[in-house]
């Protein structure tokens, strides 16, 4: 028998590490809460959301979410309520949109009882999102390395050091992802180019081998963050505090506002600094999430999180 009301806890995530563009993943110790109640009729609603200036977002989000599974799927149109609850701020680049995605999408999966995979789900995602960095995290947790081969999304996933830990400084204002790609150009030089496979590539070996101090100078992008500076004016000195102070880099997280600085060691230290340098922000200091999506059959059940 279907059930008809499911909940899901999906990880917030930063994307891009640096270099790492539209390919690059973390899943992050902040989730999202959604409770998913199957209705009579076709329609999917918003009841509820974190933050009521963002429900004409949201409904299109769940909106579209909903008609891509059932176009996708055998399954019967059916209506769904959507309670969005959680702490992932919207704009700051930090996989708002994408957890709300795989939120509805897995719900639906629940509450249709289709038994897609984690692997179909992550296509369905990215389909709505575009590109599969902040879908990927939000399902499988951890580092994550996405990319399409073939026509189908790839995903290369490796569990993370709880040792480690993301200091985030959070802006006041969020970032249009669409202003933000704008800004980035179309064509870039051969130095910069090879520059940034080598920074992506390294990123990568670093996470992927647990050898964390290696990533030590590999986030001074050339691909994305020196234009997307005019949108988050203090991004470079912020980072900067971060690294004097100890961390062994920083990033503008996803398409910003949000700037990351990772570490080992000293992150209250890390914190100060970094709010020194922007101190009309906050600061947030997340572990990374090695669980991704998790069903449940309550939003209560995520409490204690």
């Not at 990927?136 to 996933?157: D, E, K, Q």
Request: with cysteine.
């Amino acid at each position: 028998m279907n059930r008809t009301s499911v909940a899901v806890r999906v990880p917030a995530s930063t994307s891009n590490l640096g270099s790492g563009f539209d390919t690059l993943g973390l899943a992050l110790s902040l989730f999202a809460k959604i409770q998913v109640t199957r209705t009579p009729g076709i329609t999917a609603r918003v009841v509820s959301c974190a933050d009521e200036k963002e429900r004409p977002k949201a409904e299109q989000i769940i909106r579209e979410a909903a008609k891509l599974f059932f176009k996708s799927t055998d399954c019967p149109r059916f209506g769904i309520e959507v309670a969005l609850g959680g702490d992932i701020p919207v704009g700051r680049g930090l996989g708002a949109s994408g957890a709300a995605r795989v939120g509805v999408l897995t719900a639906l999966n629940e509450l249709a009882d289709s038994r897609l995979s984690r692997q179909a789900l992550l296509e369905l995602a990215t389909q709505l999102e575009g590109h599969p960095d902040n879908a990927s995290p939000a399902l499988f947790g951890g580092f994550t390395v996405s990319g399409c081969v073939n026509g189908h999304i790839r995903c290369l996933r490796f569990p993370t050091s709880m040792k480690l830990k993301l200091v985030t400084l959070i802006p006041p204002f969020p970032v249009s992802t669409q202003a933000a790609r704008r800004l980035v150009p179309s064509n870039f030089s051969r130095a910069d180019t090879v520059h940034s496979l080598n920074r992506a590539a390294a990123t990568t070996a670093a996470f992927a081998g647990k050898t964390y101090e290696a990533l030590r100078g590999l986030f001074d992008d050339r691909l994305h963050q020196p234009y997307r500076e005019r949108l988050v004016p203090r991004l470079s000195c912020v980072i900067r505090a971060g690294e004097s102070a100890g961390a062994l880099g920083g990033w503008l997280s996803g398409s910003g506002s949000a700037i990351m600085c990772v570490t080992l060691r000293n992150q209250r230290e890390i914190a100060r600094a970094m709010l020194a340098q922007w101190p009309e922000t906050r600061i947030e200091i997340f572990a990374p999430d090695n669980e991704g999506v998790k069903v449940g059959n309550h939003s209560k059940d995520w409490d204690d999180d």
